[in-house]
Nanobody, 126 residues
Framework: QVQLVESGGGLVQAGGSLRLSCAAS????????MGWFRQAPGKEREFVVR????????RYADSVKGRFTISRDNIKNSVYLQMNSLKSEDTAVYYC???????????????????WGQGTQVTVSS
């Protein structure tokens, strides 16, 4: 079992930056691949980025490549999402999620992740 708690969301102007954090419970955090997803009002939950359990491989959605950076600290049981050059279309609730297939770098469907945080709101004003 993994419990996830996100933090760091807020209101920011377009072009600004935010850093999201996700703290995980449990002693086997490094076995899980971690992902960030987002969901805007009236839209489906959307894949943003994934990082393998070791942190060695990442996969980004095209819409955030070059602007967002995922990282993890397996000592602190945490994963982070640094978001730069934010745009109004980045406005959404952001969720972190854990996938037991820790070595897999490809899985990007929400149904492939078994554990979810409660989400944190990110609002980008234009």
């Amino acid at each position: 079992q993994v419990q996830l708690v996100e933090s760091g969301g807020g209101l920011v102007q377009a072009g600004g930056s935010l850093r999201l954090s996700c703290a995980a419970s449990g002693r086997t955090f490094s076995r899980y691949a971690m992902g960030w997803f987002r969901q805007a009002p009236g839209k489906e939950r959307e894949f943003v980025v994934r990082i393998t359990g070791s942190g060695g491989t990442t996969r980004y959605a095209d819409s955030v490549k070059g602007r967002f950076t995922i990282s993890r600290d397996n000592i602190k049981n945490s994963v982070y999402l640094q978001m730069n050059s934010l745009k109004s279309e980045d406005t959404a609730v952001y969720y972190c999620a854990a996938d037991t297939y820790g070595y897999n770098s490809i899985r990007n469907s929400p149904t492939e992740y078994g554990y979810w945080g409660q989400g944190t709101q990110v609002t980008v004003s234009s």
